[in-house]
């Protein structure tokens, strides 16, 4: 799979800016390398997986209804 180079905006409102969201999944979740949303497993605890593109177009639609 090749790399892609994805730019964000920022927004005026923190709140709602993907750019200060996404440093603070990383800095959250504690991620160094790989992918960068990931699957949970019970418990609770962030795996090394990946979450699929249906999984991530489930989530949407669930938050979106």
Not at 5 to 25: H, R, T
């Amino acid at each position: 799979m090749g790399r892609f180079l994805k730019g964000l905006p920022y927004f005026d409102n923190p709140e709602y800016c993907p750019v200060i969201s996404l440093q603070n999944w990383i800095e959250i979740s504690k991620i160094n390398s790989g992918p960068l949303f990931r699957r949970f497993s019970k418990g609770s605890k962030l795996t090394e997986n990946r979450l699929t593109d249906q999984t991530v177009a489930l989530i949407i639609k669930k938050y979106l209804n």
